[in-house]
């Protein structure tokens, strides 16, 4: 893997870049040294529960400038997949939170607070204001024949105390009462990036994926093309990397490490190409 030759950074947000309301080691100083370079960032979630405007208020409190349209999140991957791989007006019941439902309803999707006749698919995101009704609603419609969508496989969400349960888990609990699989439409689907790709012009050799999750972010970089970088200030270990069976093209303890590497291969790049000059110059 070339760092010196990356131009697109591909960062996951939570786990990665902070935990709850807290930026973790280097993340800062990564952005400002990538947007220093004239770099592009990418921030890449498959977190539902809120929209980008919260996401763009929530690194304006954590002192990250960021735009609207640096943001790519798994509403926006499941947006594009009902619009173009689903029926028009088919109607949908929301497993989600509120920011969820109504991000989906700008976009002209049908959603349904009740189990509806006309309803043709149950859709689970990250709910953190999840019920034992929506539950049961969900499994209601499941057991009549509702196709199972979702909006990421995360089994569990970290947090500066833990782990809280996540899409992946929320889905399992649904799954197992009603026999079904969800078909997951975020990450490791690789639309993400393929849409980070399309709004950048970058080529994938250009890109870097960068997070904390094999299953997701690692995963989702291998399914794009694009060289991967895994964190260890979320989810997963060196250990899990080591067991993988898509492992990460380097593993860094945090984004610290990741701008120190970095910034080596930019000095070592610099200083070969210094030399050649030199040894021109030496020839004419």
């Not at 709850?20 to 993340?27: K, M, Q, R, S, T």
């Not at 890449?44 to 002192?63: F, H, I, P, T």
């Not at 400038?65 to 689903?86: D, Q, S």
């Amino acid at each position: 893997m070339d760092l010196a030759q990356k131009k697109l950074f591909l960062l996951d947000l939570d786990g990665t870049v902070y935990l709850e309301d807290h930026l973790l080691p280097g993340a800062a100083e990564l952005l400002a040294w990538v947007r220093g370079r004239g770099g592009t960032v990418r921030f890449l979630s498959n977190n539902s529960s809120r929209g980008v405007d919260a996401g763009m208020e929530k690194m304006r409190r954590l002192g990250i400038p960021a735009a609207r349209e640096e943001f790519l999140t798994a509403v926006e991957a499941t947006i594009r997949y009902l619009h173009e791989a689903r029926r028009p007006g088919e109607g949908y019941y929301v497993v989600g939170t509120t920011s969820f439902r109504r991000q989906l309803e700008a976009a002209g999707i049908a959603v349904r607070e009740t189990p509806a006749d006309d309803v043709t698919a149950v859709l689970v995101g990250f709910d953190t204001e999840l019920t034992y009704q929506k539950v049961e609603d969900a499994c209601r419609l499941l057991d009549r024949g509702a196709d199972f969508l979702a909006t990421n496989p995360d089994w569990r969400c970290p947090t500066l105390t833990g782990f809280v349960p996540d899409c992946g888990a929320i889905c399992e609990l649904i799954g197992r009462a009603a026999g079904r699989e969800a078909v997951f439409i975020g990450k490791p689907d690789p639309t993400m990036i393929r849409l980070a790709l399309e709004q950048t012009g970058c080529t994938a050799d250009r890109a870097l994926m960068v997070g904390d999750r094999l299953y997701t972010d690692i995963a989702c970089g291998a399914n794009a093309g694009v060289d991967t970088v895994l964190v260890l200030t979320g989810e997963a270990s060196a250990e899990d990397a080591k067991r993988s069976d898509v492992p990460p093209g380097l593993v860094c303890q945090d984004l610290a490490e990741l701008l120190e590497r970095l910034r080596t291969a930019h000095e070592t790049a610099r200083s070969a190409h210094t030399g050649n000059d030199l040894d021109e110059e030496e020839i004419d």
